[in-house]
Antibody, heavy 126, light 110 residues
Framework: QLQLQESGPRLVKPSETLSLTCSVS??????????WAWIRQPPGKGLEWIGT???????YYNPSLKSRVIIFVDTSKNQFSLRLTSVTAADTAVYYC??????????????????WGQGTLVTVSS | QSVVTQEPSFSVSPGGTVTLTCGLS?????????PNWYQQTPGQAPRTLIY???IRSSGVPGRFSGSILGNRAALTITGAQADDECDYYC??????????FGGGTRLTVL
């Protein structure tokens, strides 16, 4: 059974870089039927898709965050990671990693997020 | 960037039927938007309910169903139960490898 777990610093200073890693267990990150995604949720607010990566390196980012985001995969560790630069208090959120399942017919865009990690709260504060 | 709209809140009586919807500021939702629906209880990660418009995820009760109603995606709960009281989020594919979540609907069962 596929399981995901986020890890990384819980407190980041303004203007610095937020770094999180998602460890995938139960199967290989190189499985063809999955992409891998980061999603966040500010306290008391809704969900926001940050970006998605395929193990081969194809990346897709939220246009509103694209200038500050990098997502990359380390297949040797079965992990994928998020880097968000120049953070402000508005980046304080619970950050979730998730599998981004590809439809069997491989229709572009026909994907869904499953499973999800438990989420980790990252606070931006000096 | 497209904005995905959901009703901020809704209420339903126990045993009743409720339909939550999900729209696009820039046009109509269709099956090509591949709408997904997620359920989230406080303090927990979201749970997948529906994907590809109307396919129930494994283990999801049959009282949850998805569809397209007019120009919006819809999640219908038939025979609402007390533990259905939580937040519901839709997400739409908006093209060029991008997905947008709606703001969520808080459902009250009373």
């Amino acid at each position: 059974q596929l399981q995901l777990q986020e890890s990384g610093p819980r407190l980041v200073k303004p203007s610095e870089t937020l770094s999180l890693t998602c460890s995938v267990s139960g199967d290989s990150i190189t499985r063809d039927d999955y992409l891998w995604a980061w999603i966040r949720q500010p306290p008391g607010k809704g969900l926001e898709w940050i970006g998605t990566i395929y193990y081969a390196g194809n990346t897709y980012y939220n246009p509103s965050l694209k200038s500050r985001v990098i997502i990359f995969v380390d297949t040797s560790k079965n992990q994928f990671s998020l880097r968000l630069t120049s953070v402000t208090a508005a980046d304080t959120a619970v950050y979730y990693c998730a599998g981004h399942v590809r439809s069997p017919a491989r229709q572009g865009g026909n994907n869904w997020f499953d499973p999800w990690g438990q989420g980790t709260l990252v606070t931006v504060s000096s | 960037q497209s904005v995905v709209t959901q009703e901020p809140s809704f209420s339903v009586s126990p045993g009743g039927t409720v339909t939550l919807t999900c729209g696009l500021s820039s046009g109509s939702v269709s099956t090509d938007s591949y709408p997904n629906w997620y359920q989230q209880t406080p303090g927990q990660a979201p749970r997948t309910l529906i994907y590809s418009t109307n396919i129930r995820s494994s283990g999801v009760p049959g009282r949850f169903s998805g569809s397209i109603l007019g120009n919006r995606a819809a999640l219908t709960i038939t025979g609402a139960q007390a533990d259905d009281e939580c937040d519901y989020y839709c997400v739409l594919y908006t093209g060029s490898g991008t997905w947008v979540f709606g703001g969520g609907t808080r459902l009250t069962v009373l």
